[in-house]
């Protein structure tokens, strides 16, 4: 991923991202580290279709699983002593 200072926002502006975002995501680098990922609008929005594309399928394997009796009622307390945590 490509990848830009804080600081040379800073100095030129936003337009110092609009090259590279044409290639895809950057991050912007502070105080050394990478500290947020900009986005084109069309990246955005193609990354949140696939992330409720991904929701919608989620909860169509838990309805498969309701369905196919894979599922069962369990308290906290039960859970709990299953996986021998205390309270």
């Known amino acids: 991923m490509r990848s830009i200072p804080a600081r040379e926002i800073k100095r030129r502006g936003i337009g110092a991202v609009d090259e590279q975002l044409k290639k895809g ?3 912007v680098i502070r105080n050394d580290e990478p500290a947020y990922v900009v986005l084109s609008r069309e990246q955005y929005e193609d990354l949140l279709e696939d992330y409720e594309e991904s929701l919608e399928q989620q909860v169509r394997a838990s309805e ?3 369905q196919a009796g894979r599922t069962r009622r369990v308290t906290a ?3 709990t002593k299953e996986f021998g945590l205390r309270e």
């Open 25 to 27: 995501p950057v991050y």
């Open 64 to 66: 498969a699983d309701l």
């Open 77 to 79: 307390e039960q859970l």
